[in-house]
């Protein structure tokens, strides 16, 4: 019955989860966009620090392993079957707070609020969808 609170509250859930799947969506692309941009033209990304030598190229490939997964698998998960989203969120949350944590000992503005966004988005999702459970 559309006038009751169960109603409202199923409506409201619904809501809210079409919301976070959505901004999860965005920002988990996004995160895989700046790793092919990494992978493709390193310099774009490292012009504090120079040219992209053999190991800062390493380290880039070594993040691609990383991320392009993480993507890919969130991806997936969101649009089809989601019932081990909670989890993967909560391994991108880890890896965008430790990638936040490696901006800010770099000094690096982009990289510490990007990753510090994308981590409370990822891990306050996974949470909420836990407690939805």
């Known amino acids: 019955m559309p006038g009751s609170r169960a109603w409202q509250k199923r409506s409201a859930g619904f809501t809210m989860r079409s919301a976070l799947l959505a901004a999860n969506l965005v920002v988990s692309v996004i995160s895989g966009a700046f790793c092919v941009v990494a992978m493709t033209s390193p310099q774009r990304l490292l012009r504090a620090h120079g040219s992209a ?7 880039l490939w070594f993040y691609a392993v990383r991320q392009l997964p993480l993507t890919v698998a969130i ?12 989890l993967l969120l909560a391994v991108a949350g880890a890896a965008q707070a430790g990638d936040s944590a490696l901006g800010a000992w770099d000094r690096n503005p982009g990289m510490t609020l990007g990753g510090a966004v994308a981590a409370v988005l990822h891990l306050g999702s996974a949470c909420w969808w836990l407690l939805r459970a």
């Open 53 to 59: 030598g053999p190991t800062a190229r390493f380290y």
């Open 75 to 86: 991806v997936v998960a969101a649009v089809g079957d989601s019932a081990g989203l909670p």
